[in-house]
């Protein structure tokens, strides 16, 4: 393999160059799928790595906001090792890498060695598909989409949510005051919100769902399962592919989804670099 790396700062330009790469596989590219389209439509700074073998793109780096960490496609060993040597060549500074566990896994003890520095595994993630959703049919609520008088609710949401996922550096009044208009927030109410779950832009056929959280008080109560159920429902309809994230380490959530018929496609892991 002759591999080359190539940087941009502009995410058009990467969409142009590796879209073919990541629409070949959309589900386990989803996430930097949705993110550079996001950024196409709504410029955020950006570092952005393509890998190509002659004219063949094998691998993407995405990192932004700059002070997020990198996120990769699946690579083999043979490609991460010169992508982790470009980014540490050019001083690139990232503070953690989060992508399907061998790449990631690799890419964090290539940049240990690099860095000279400890890098630190914090979080697993499976990633889940959903063909046929089984709906909880008991759960006493119904579903309805978020309004701008839930903001205030909503921007603690999601301020505890990222706050759960170890993302301090996000703006929570930002994303909701977009999403809301959008109608991607969604939420199970029962004499109010009790639970919450957003859905992507679809991309390439494929809508993720996330920013799943129910406040403590309201958890065990089947909220959460119902609100996703319903909204992996919605999503069905629209003729989408539906998937999601979630912690290997919270056993409740991971048995949910399997429960309403969401199945692992693959795992993940986030790294910490110190």
Request: aromatic share 10%; charged share 25%.
């Amino acid at each position: 393999m002759a591999i080359e790396i190539s940087f941009s700062d502009d995410a058009s330009t990467v969409l142009d160059k590796a879209g073919g790469f990541l629409n070949s596989k959309p589900v386990h590219h989803n996430l930097i799928l949705t993110l550079l389209h996001a950024r196409v439509a709504r410029f955020e700074p950006g570092c952005y790595w393509v890998a190509t073998d002659g004219n063949a793109v094998v691998g993407v780096v995405f990192q932004s906001p700059l002070s997020f960490r990198a996120v990769v496609t699946p690579m083999v060993p043979e490609v991460v090792l010169p992508v982790v040597d470009a980014i540490s060549d050019a001083g690139v500074k990232l503070p953690g890498v989060v992508g399907d566990a061998a790449t990631a896994a690799y890419f964090a003890g290539q940049w240990a060695e690099r860095q000279k520095s400890a890098v630190v595994p914090f979080m697993g993630q499976r990633l889940y598909e959903v063909d046929k959703v089984e709906e909880p049919t008991t759960i006493e609520g119904h579903f309805r989409k978020a309004v701008l008088d839930d903001r205030e609710r909503l921007v603690d949401w999601v301020r505890r949510f990222y706050t759960d996922m170890d993302v301090e550096e996000i703006d929570a009044e930002d994303i909701v005051d977009r999403r809301v208009p959008a109608g991607q927030i969604w939420l199970w109410d029962r004499a109010g919100p009790v639970s919450m779950a957003a859905r992507t832009v679809p991309v390439e056929g494929v809508t993720r769902v996330q920013l799943v959280y129910t406040p403590p008080e309201n958890r065990k109560r089947g909220y959460a399962s119902v609100c996703v159920a319903s909204l992996s429902n919605q999503i069905r309809d629209d003729g989408q592919r539906c998937i999601l994230y979630t912690d290997l380490g919270n056993p409740i959530s991971n048995s949910v989804y399997r429960r309403i018929g969401y199945y692992a496609v693959a795992e993940a892991i986030q790294y910490r670099f110190e």
